[in-house]
């Protein structure tokens, strides 16, 4: 008999990812249908009047937008995987569950102590396990399907019992060899430990411990297989379910209408002020423009406030993490350009410099967005920090070190970046969204675009997240680009008919 397949993935629990998407769709169709129309939200418009959804129709757009989001959460996060749900501890749910498991398997210990023992318990478990192997079996293991129908024989076992020859330990070694040839080679160790078990009891409990990692397993492994049968038809497929979200509920291109119609707004003002904002000069290259724009609005948007655009919403996260993960790079270029600029020629080209002073303030910035983290004082403390390190490497190369006056004045400069507004930061912040943008323009033709200058200590980690952005912006292009470009010609009609 063949040993198992080398391509299983470790995972987690199909039902809780399925729960939990659920949970977010219903969320999503709580705040986006159930309520007033979001136009009744901004400024002046008209009041629209609540709409009422019937229970058929809420729970079909539940199960819609979670299929879709499956299939898009598979599509885009590469890491995906299914994971086991941990209820928190204490929690009712969770007490109940606990004492409904202890009972069962103490009700089973009574019956085997019996005389003679009583085998109800262990039959169903038996068959449950039974049907639990059938179903991992591949199409091509036809033999070891038979083998396991003629050993786990119910009818035969439940005799057995009856005439008081039922031998437990039998069985359960024969389910410990089936489990080996058809788990992963992660669960060899799991196995490993269930043929040390004696006692019947605990047997029976660990093997379905095991199954049900197993179950996880199994269910990653379709997801791995799904994903490059699923990218063929991804497109097609997210589209025609939006479209029908949208032919049930007519509004939920709202906040996609006004974050596109605010970013031609401000491409307009961009180009009128001279500022370079807007690229394109004819008409015809102003859908782009739109929504490359559109799109590295995100990486600045205020979640707290400002309502996401419905088309983008299973990705909210994605683009919220990355905003997040961008943010400490831009008060990480900027510090480093101030210390530099401070120093002079004395500092330049002194890699291990460069990693020292890296390190330093990444560490400080490392709790950005945690609840208790003082900006302010972060900056305070590297630009003690850098005061020292830059001191000592100049020393080392025959410079006389920092007087009081240039460190007060690094520190200065430094303590200012806590402002949004600040000049320096404000450069590198602009300098990322050019990186960012020349990124998307250039990814058609899979050539990097050319890092802007100050911007070198944070390459790598500009690249790895720039490659991110292009690679989930394109897809989104894809799948939404005909409701863009319907809401476009909508915007410029109103603009020429007011």
């Known amino acids: 008999m063949s040993k198992k397949t080398d391509h299983f993935e470790t995972g987690g629990n199909k039902d809780s990812e399925e729960t939990s998407l659920e949970e977010a769709s219903e969320e999503m169709v ?47 996060n ?44 262990v039959i169903k478990l038996v068959a449950e396990i039974k049907e639990m192997l059938l179903s991992f079996l591949p199409a091509n293991h036809s033999r070891l399907g038979s083998r396991i129908e003629e050993a786990l024989d119910l009818p035969l076992i439940q005799q057995q019992a009856e005439n008081g020859v039922l031998d437990i330990g039998e069985l359960s070694q024969f389910i410990i060899w ?20 004696t006692d019947v009891v605990p047997l029976l409990r660990e093997i379905f411990s095991v199954l049900d990692l197993m179950k996880m397993d199994m269910a990653n492994f379709a997801v791995s297989y799904v994903r490059p049968h699923l990218m063929k038809q991804s497109v097609e497929y997210e589209r025609s379910k939006f479209q029908e979200f949208l032919d049930r509920h007519p509004n939920a291109l709202d906040y996609t209408e ?21 690229s394109a000069d004819s008409p015809s290259h102003l859908p782009i423009n739109v929504h490359n724009q559109a799109y590295l609005r995100l990486l600045l948007w205020d979640h707290v406030s400002d309502p996401f655009p419905e088309t983008v919403l299973m990705d909210q996260v994605r683009f919220q993490q990355m905003q997040q993960e961008l943010e400490p790079l831009v008060l990480l270029s900027s510090v480093l350009l101030i210390a530099y600029t401070n120093t002079g020629e004395a500092v330049s080209g002194l890699p291990k410099l460069m990693d020292t002073l890296k390190n330093a303030v990444s560490v400080l910035l490392a ?12 900056l305070a403390t590297i630009g003690e920090k850098l005061c020292v ?34 000049k320096v930061r404000k450069l590198m912040e602009s300098r990322i969204q050019s990186y960012f943008l020349a990124a998307l323009e250039s990814s058609q033709h899979q050539s990097p675009p050319p890092l802007p200058g100050g911007l070198l200590p944070v390459s790598r980690e500009l690249k790895e997240l720039a490659i991110h952005f292009s690679r989930l912006v394109n897809f989104n292009k894809l799948v939404y680009s005909p409701f863009y470009r319907k809401i476009l010609n909508k915007l410029q009609t109103e603009e020429e008919c007011p």
């Open 258 to 278: 006004k974050w596109l119609k605010d970013t031609v707004t401000w491409l307009r003002e961009a180009r009128a002020e001279g500022s370079g904002g807007a």
């Open 178 to 197: 089936t489990m080996g040839s058809l788990c992963a080679p992660c669960r060899d160790e799991d196995i490993k430990k269930l043929k040390e078990i």
């Open 30 to 76: 709580r705040k986006r249908i159930l309520t007033s129309s979001p136009t009744s939200h901004r400024g002046n418009s008209p009041q629209a009047s609540p709409r009422f959804v019937a229970v058929e129709e809420l729970m079909q757009t539940a199960k819609d937008v979670t299929n879709m989001a499956l299939a898009h959460e598979i599509l885009v």
């Open 367 to 378: 709790d950005m967005h945690t609840p208790y983290f003082s900006l302010e004082e972060a």
């Open 78 to 121: 590469r890491e995906f995987k299914l994971k086991p749900t941990e209820l928190p501890e204490g929690c009712l749910e969770r007490r109940v569950k606990e004492m409904m498991h202890k009972t069962f398997w103490e009700c089973l210990e009574a019956q085997l102590k019996e005389d003679p023992p009583t085998y109800g318990h």
């Open 389 to 422: 390190e830059l001191s000592v490497c100049l020393s080392q190369h025959g410079y006389p070190p920092f007087s009081a006056e240039q460190k007060s004045n690094l520190k200065g400069q430094i303590l200012a970046t806590v402002q949004p507004d600040n």
